[in-house]
């Protein structure tokens, strides 16, 4: 575990030592942000939108009870933007996406690809881990952005046409402004972010290891998802003790 | 880079070993490739052919011994720089995301060495001399075993190199592509003065083409020696490697 981090850390360190070349691989980058969005904007809405869903569903009824239900829309709002849609779109994502680039430079390994490549003087680095740890970096949190505003209004719709909660669109949306403001979805943002690097990281790194056949690349992808979600919730929570900061 | 110095270069290989899991692949093998120079290593299967081809291009570290490209080890910073070296895969190993267009410029438009409609002007003079024209924009999928291979030639061939490794060129060809390929590397080695070092079992080529010619068997060198030379050595290993054929008597047919 520890050799895999110190490898990850030495990944990291290549690829930020990469990034003054990082003007040449846009059009990669631009090609690989198109996948994120054009294979995840849709799944992340719906998503959120039932997460959201749920959220107000759980605690709505509860609140509602006590006559709190002017605390619904700053409960949703914020469960949202700080902690759920940056964790919930980033395990989808590094299912999604990390699983996809994993396997592909798994294969590009498997196939002699990257040797190819080195033998032409074409850093690895460079061409392949660069525009993809790019791309999700930014890709990620503008999905969550979509995820936050999404979520709340499937927080909104539940918490107004559910009889148990039965408040008014204002009312909601109200409560939500009150609570949530530009710090609490610019710490979301910063979560994704850090989020994304791990996956990018997680994916290309294990990519690039990839021995053996089919059967080798099987392993990397599932390697890949496992290890990123795994570190994506540990992280969250120093991450979040970090931020606590941003309230203050 | 190095654009306008199309000579060859040496190669020293000293002492190489290397092990996998506990099991010697290279047991110390030292030889020396002299500029401009086609050096053949043949050997059977398993014989450790593509391990020593792999750490001769530097993607593989030794366990001991060294490998100098004009003096400078392959592993030191800038030596892939100053060198320009190809490689000839046997898979062909190209891009599966690019075209056979692409693949072919990739080195060429990477490094940014020529504009766009250059590059396409030699991409497809290229692919004209290993008999694909106009597959530009075919995807390597869509390409046979043998046609993936001529386009690593290609590959190869646009990259101009000081040094180029073969690993098995005229494996999945058809005899009279397989001769093409041969002259190709014949005409290159004459034309740029290139070194060429080829991992074959194909005895025709070897002996065809080659200067010198290295058996490896078990991870070490049984001969280093000229095509006249090897067909007049009586060593067994050698003898049973060039006579091995498919004339089998009848009773065998017949089982």
Redesign the interface.
């Known amino acids: 575990m520890f050799q895999n981090i110190g490898e990850l850390l030495l990944l990291l360190w290549r690829t930020l030592q990469a990034l003054p070349a990082a003007k040449?691989q846009m059009r990669k980058t631009f090609e690989q942000c198109f996948e994120i969005g054009n294979a995840s904007l849709l799944m992340a809405c719906v998503l959120a939108l039932f997460i959201g869903g749920v959220l107000a569903l759980q605690t709505g009824p509860v609140l509602a009870q006590r006559g709190l239900t002017g605390f619904i829309g700053q409960i949703v709002g914020l469960s949202l933007c700080k902690e759920l849609a940056p964790v919930m779109m980033a395990v989808l994502i590094a299912g999604r996406i990390g699983s996809a680039m994993a396997a592909?430079i798994g294969?590009?390994t498997v196939?002699?690809?990257i040797?190819?490549?080195?033998?032409?003087?074409?850093n690895p680095v460079h061409?392949l881990v660069l525009p993809r740890l790019l791309a999700i970096t930014a890709s990620l949190p503008i999905l969550v952005v979509f995820a936050m505003l999404v979520g709340w209004l499937g927080g909104a719709l539940v918490s107004v046409y559910n009889y148990q909660i039965a408040i008014s669109f204002e009312a909601y949306f109200t409560s939500l402004r009150e609570g949530v403001d530009s710090l609490d979805v610019l710490n979301g943002l910063i979560k994704s972010a850090v989020f994304a690097v791990v996956i990018g990281l997680v994916a290309c790194h294990q990519g690039l290891q990839t021995i053996g056949g089919p059967r080798g690349i099987g392993r990397s992808v599932t390697k890949a998802v496992v290890n990123s979600i795994v570190l994506i919730l540990i992280l969250d929570y120093f991450l979040t003790r970090a931020l606590i900061q941003l309230d203050r | 880079m190095n654009h306008g110095h199309h000579r060859g270069v040496s190669i020293q290989v000293r002492n190489l070993q290397k092990s996998y899991h506990g099991q010697a692949i290279l047991k110390g093998l030292t030889f020396e490739v002299q500029r401009g120079e086609i050096f053949a290593i043949m050997g059977p299967s398993g014989s450790g052919k593509t391990v020593l081809l792999?750490h001769l291009?530097?993607?593989e570290t030794p366990d001991a011994g060294e490998i100098l490209v004009e003096g400078e080890s392959v592993q030191a910073p800038g030596v892939?720089?100053r060198y320009r070296?190809?490689?000839v895969?046997q898979?062909g190993?190209?891009?599966?995301?690019l075209s056979v267009g692409e693949n072919v410029g990739?080195?060429l438009s990477?490094?940014?060495l020529k504009p766009p409609a250059e590059i396409a002007r030699i991409v497809s003079a290229a692919l004209e001399l290993v008999g694909l024209n106009g597959a530009e924009d075919k995807m390597p999928a869509e390409l046979s075993g043998g046609m993936r291979k001529r386009v690593s030639i290609a590959r190869a061939l646009v990259?101009e190199p000081q040094l180029l490794?073969y690993d098995e060129p005229t494996s999945e060809l058809d005899p009279l592509m397989a001769v093409t390929v041969g002259e190709e590397i014949l005409r290159l080695n004459r034309r740029l003065q290139v070194t060429s070092i080829i991992v074959t079992h194909d005895r025709d080529l070897a002996l065809g083409i080659a200067h010198r010619i290295a058996l490896i068997h078990q991870g070490e060198i049984v001969s280093v020696s000229s095509p006249d030379e090897i067909r007049a050595n009586p060593h067994p290993l050698l003898r049973r490697f060039l006579t091995a054929d498919f004339r089998f008597d009848t009773e065998t047919t017949h089982l």
């Open positions: 040449r592909e294969s590009m196939y002699q690809e040797d190819a490549l080195r033998t032409m003087n074409i061409y | 792999k291009i530097g993607l892939m720089d070296m190809a490689m895969f898979s190993a190209l891009l599966s995301s990739l080195y990477e490094h940014r990259i490794f």
